[in-house]
């Protein structure tokens, strides 16, 4: 007699009737969580908590990248009472953060915990007596040892993060990052705000340097919910946009990195290229940054001919002056010297802290939603994939330097496929959205830093009741902490621009 499996399966951008999400014991729910991330290709996507009328029930959705399928399940804890639950960190470390998360919000505690601390000191935590001024920064007593902190105000432009550097003399033995200083309580905003436009337009400003990705994983999310099915072309428009997204992205930081090396010349260049890359999208869409861009079942702004012909144009130049320079820069002895087993994080710490995108990609890690969860015109075009081995700063800046240079050729590819906007779908107009009542949804999108998750849960009025984001900064400041170790301090500026994680994504 077979029996039941104790998890439902679904694609990625996949709906399920909420009476159809099965609900475990903890036993059981520790012991389907420890076998599925034992078996090869599989990872933790969203494990999170959310408020029942009595209970607070903790959803777990594990991706199966060779069969690209998420298994989805839960289980109940009391809401009413102090909830102690066996730690799954301890054997499964990348759930660590997970872990942290829920009970930061809802006050359980995950016994044996290996770093028990706060994530970001949300709004809505448990505990509001947890401040972030007394925060539990890791300490070593030494009379050699010293610490220098950095921030969460900074001398430039940028946003507010603490960094707290342990040292022995200028080696750091220990870098612990805090970014909890602007908690906008983004997922409550999308049960609040009550119109699809403002929602929209709240999706495209989670992490502003990617607008493009998370507002898809949004416009996707509400399509399935909705029963919506868009047109081969209207996905293949928001592709192609992704992807100039992520060209103009890691053009801006091949172009940062050179910054903090002083080679002038190489970030002029790459400055220069990402320009005319983010004025086309404006002319597109009226905006840089690709806002206004996708909507739900359609778009304002339809690709047509001229465009396309604008576009080939475009990457012909950009490629053109992009290939020399790139050569020249990873030929010099002197960016070698700089990047070159400097900030090296290997494949099996990678694996440990749950590292995703393109931090992952830069240590032998295939992390790539585009293969292993196909979206939008992925499910019919496949982009050319690429892994290094190295996990150091010149492997992340390599790695975008080869995904510039195969997005180019996509995006080309795709501009020469897609015909003249005869028919272009129009968005949804707000009364005609209806979404499936008391149904859970989730939807991978990979942005340029990695694997951006939405999960969303309505009520039986078909309302939105829960809203869940998952920005890939989540998984990777981590490894940005583990690449200053037995370095000098003087070597973070250079790490932390070849990573450029997001502050606001962490800090929702």
Same mark, same amino acid.
């Given at each position: 007699?077979?029996?039941?499996?104790?998890?439902?399966?679904?694609?990625?951008?996949?709906?399920?009737?909420?009476?159809?999400?099965?609900?475990?014991?903890?036993?059981?729910?520790?012991?389907?969580?420890?076998?599925?991330?034992?078996?090869?290709?599989?990872?933790?996507?969203?494990?999170?908590?959310?408020?029942?009328?009595?209970?607070?029930?903790?959803?777990?959705?594990?991706?199966?990248?060779?069969?690209?399928?998420?298994?989805?399940?839960?289980?109940?804890?009391?809401?009413?009472?102090?909830?102690?639950?066996?730690?799954?960190?301890?054997?499964?470390?990348?759930?660590?953060?997970?872990?942290?998360?829920?009970?930061?919000?809802?006050?359980?505690?995950?016994?044996?915990?290996?770093?028990?601390?706060?994530?970001?000191?949300?709004?809505?935590?448990?505990?509001?007596?947890?401040?972030?001024?007394?925060?539990?920064?890791?300490?070593?007593?030494?009379?050699?040892?010293?610490?220098?902190?950095?921030?969460?105000?900074?001398?430039?432009?940028?946003?507010?993060?603490?960094?707290?550097?342990?040292?022995?003399?200028?080696?750091?033995?220990? *870098?612990?990052?805090? =970014?909890?200083?602007?908690?906008?309580? !983004? @997922?409550?905003? $999308?049960?609040? %705000?009550?119109?699809? /436009?403002?929602?929209?337009?709240?999706?495209?400003?989670?992490?502003?340097?990617?607008?493009?990705?998370?507002?898809?994983?949004?416009?996707?999310?509400?399509?399935?919910?909705?029963?919506?099915?868009?047109?081969?072309?209207?996905?293949?428009?928001?592709?192609?946009?992704?992807?100039?997204?992520?060209?103009?992205?890691?053009?801006?930081?091949?172009?940062?990195?050179?910054?903090?090396?002083?080679?002038?010349?190489?970030?002029?260049?790459?400055?220069?290229?990402?320009?005319?890359?983010?004025?086309?999208?404006?002319?597109?869409?009226?905006?840089?940054?690709?806002?206004?861009?996708?909507?739900?079942?359609?778009?304002?702004?339809?690709?047509?001919?001229? *465009?396309?012909?604008? =576009?080939?144009?475009?990457?012909?130049? !950009? @490629?053109?002056? $992009?290939?020399? %320079?790139?050569?020249? /820069?990873?030929?010099?002895?002197?960016?070698?010297?700089?990047?070159?087993?400097?900030?090296?994080?290997?494949?099996?710490?990678?694996?440990?802290?749950?590292?995703?995108?393109?931090?992952?990609?830069?240590?032998?890690?295939?992390?790539?939603?585009?293969?292993?969860?196909?979206?939008?015109?992925?499910?019919?075009?496949?982009?050319?994939?690429?892994?290094?081995?190295?996990?150091?700063?010149?492997?992340?800046?390599?790695?975008?330097?080869?995904?510039?240079?195969?997005?180019?050729?996509?995006?080309?590819?795709?501009?020469?496929?897609?015909?003249?906007?005869?028919?272009?779908?129009?968005?949804?107009?707000?009364?005609?959205?209806?979404?499936?009542?008391?149904?859970?949804?989730?939807?991978?999108?990979?942005?340029?830093?990695? @694997?951006?998750?939405?999960?969303?849960?309505?009520?039986?009025?078909?309302?939105?009741?829960?809203?869940?984001?998952?920005?890939?900064?989540?998984?990777?400041?981590?490894?940005?902490?583990?690449?200053?170790?037995?370095?000098?301090?003087?070597?973070?500026?250079?790490?932390?621009?070849?990573?450029?994680?997001?502050?606001?994504?962490?800090?929702?």
């Amino acid at each position: 007699m077979n029996m039941p499996q104790p998890y439902a399966t679904l694609p990625n951008q996949g709906t399920l009737p909420l009476k159809e999400l099965p609900v475990l014991s903890y036993s059981e729910f520790f012991q389907t969580v420890s076998h599925l991330l034992g078996l090869e290709g599989h990872h933790c996507v969203a494990c999170y908590g959310h408020r029942t009328l009595e209970n607070i029930q903790i959803i777990c959705c594990i991706a199966d990248d060779l069969h690209h399928t998420i298994k989805v399940f839960s289980c109940l804890a009391e809401g009413n009472r102090l909830v102690r639950l066996a730690s799954l960190a301890k054997t499964h470390f990348p759930m660590h953060l997970f872990e942290r998360e829920i009970a930061e919000n809802f006050g359980i505690e995950f016994m044996y915990h290996p770093w028990p601390k706060p994530v970001r000191y949300a709004w809505n935590r448990a505990d509001k007596t947890q401040v972030i001024n007394n925060y539990p920064f890791y300490r070593i007593d030494g009379n050699e040892l010293h610490e220098v902190g950095v921030g969460p105000i900074h001398a430039g432009v940028i946003e507010p993060g603490h960094f707290r550097f342990l040292c022995n003399g200028e080696t750091v033995l220990h *870098l612990e990052i805090q =970014l909890g200083w602007q908690h906008r309580g !983004v @997922e409550a905003l $999308f049960l609040e %705000m009550p119109s699809l /436009l403002q929602r929209t337009i709240l999706s495209e400003s989670i992490a502003g340097d990617t607008a493009v990705g998370h507002s898809l994983a949004f416009v996707n999310l509400m399509e399935s919910l909705g029963n919506i099915t868009v047109p081969e072309e209207l996905e293949l428009e928001r592709t192609m946009a992704l992807e100039l997204e992520r060209i103009a992205m890691h053009l801006g930081d091949l172009g940062n990195v050179n910054i903090g090396m002083a080679y002038q010349l190489a970030s002029s260049v790459f400055g220069t290229l990402r320009t005319p890359l983010i004025n086309y999208t404006q002319t597109w869409c009226g905006n840089r940054f690709g806002k206004g861009l996708n909507r739900v079942g359609g778009t304002h702004y339809p690709f047509n001919e001229e *465009l396309a012909k604008k =576009l080939v144009t475009l990457l012909d130049k !950009v @490629e053109e002056s $992009f290939s020399p %320079m790139s050569e020249r /820069l990873f030929s010099l002895p002197s960016f070698l010297m700089r990047a070159e087993t400097i900030g090296r994080v290997t494949e099996k710490q990678m694996r440990l802290i749950g590292a995703v995108g393109m931090t992952a990609r830069a240590a032998g890690i295939p992390s790539d939603i585009r293969q292993s969860h196909p979206f939008a015109a992925y499910k019919r075009y496949e982009i050319d994939h690429q892994t290094l081995e190295q996990g150091d700063v010149w492997a992340r800046m390599m790695l975008r330097s080869l995904e510039v240079k195969d997005s180019i050729r996509f995006v080309r590819e795709l501009a020469q496929r897609s015909g003249p906007a005869t028919n272009p779908s129009s968005p949804i107009k707000e009364m005609d959205l209806k979404l499936m009542p008391d149904t859970f949804c989730i939807s991978l999108v990979e942005g340029w830093r990695g @694997e951006i998750c939405h999960c969303a849960i309505t009520n039986d009025r078909g309302e939105l009741a829960h809203y869940k984001i998952k920005d890939p900064s989540f998984h990777n400041w981590m490894a940005l902490a583990l690449s200053l170790r037995d370095l000098e301090i003087s070597d973070f500026p250079i790490n932390n621009k070849s990573y450029n994680l997001s502050y606001c994504g962490f800090d929702l």
